[in-house]
């Protein structure tokens, strides 16, 4: 396994990469929205949830996520400030706006694990997206009943309007409309995470891209990709890399700029804030 530092040779063979291909597939972690500002801790934390953490002494957006609050009041008090701050405001950092402009006259698709849709609203076609893990923007069946997803911004905004001592009305706590359970974020935690019609699309769609790409030139671009769920992104792309001599690979991760030695002569990698090695490399 072969380890990078940031080094200018690597900026200036990612921006080389970046001008001659014509076909990025780009595979997005965690680490890009949090270098985008999406940070679930400290300063940001406590502006929005300083009366939670006083009450129930959790110190991370995630902790308070699977907090088991008492009444569903409660439980859609803290999820629909949740929701609203990390799906339906824009980034703090203009990091997706950058990659739009980097991306948006190549083939492309996105590969990403994230659920916040930043890609989206920043320009990405809708249609060479794949978000796997689920959106912050749907509701499901908490059973569930059914393989469907709905849509929760409109309720979310109300919910944020109207709460008040972190609860929200009674009134507006969702209710699947097909069997009356509570309903529940579209967010992969367990086996009961539904992948609706749309999923399935999306993922046809990846199937075809990769299918369409096996033997072309292709520049597999990571951004912020950890170990949690590798497979989805990291192998994937070692593996689609390895297979195609075409394929160059190219990794901007702070702290886990690594690659198989297999693939080296063919990897990019910058061990770096993604924002800060974007603009270098742009």
Known sequence: MQIFTTQPSQIAKLKTALLDANTVFLGAGAGLSASAGFTYTGERFQKHFQDFADRYHFTDMYSGGFYPYETLEE?????????????????????????????????????????????????????????????????????????????????????????SEMRVPSELVPYCPICGKPMSMNLRADNTFVQDEGWYRASERYEDFVKQHQNR??????????????????????????????????????????????????????????????????
């Open 217 to 282: 030139k292709v520049l597999y671009l990571e951004l912020g990709v950890g170990m949690n769920t590798p497979g989805i992104i990291k192998y994937n792309f070692w593996k689609q890399v390895y297979r195609n001599p075409n394929a160059t690979y190219a990794c901007i991760n702070q702290g886990q700029a690594y690659v198989p030695d297999e693939i080296e002569n063919r990897s990019i990698c910058i061990d770096n804030d993604i924002g800060t090695a974007l603009q270098y490399a742009n």
């Open 75 to 163: 439980h859609w008090a803290y999820w629909s400030r949740y929701i609203f701050i990390n799906r339906f405001t824009q980034a703090p950092e203009p990091i997706y706006d950058q990659l739009f402009q980097l991306l948006k006259d190549k083939d492309y698709f996105v590969l990403t694990t994230n659920v916040d849709h930043q890609f989206q609203r920043s320009g990405f076609d809708k249609q060479r997206l794949f978000y796997t893990q689920g959106d912050y923007g749907l509701f499901q069946c908490s059973e569930p009943c059914c393989q469907k997803t709905y849509d929760n911004e409109m309720i979310v905004h109300q919910m944020v309007e109207q709460q």
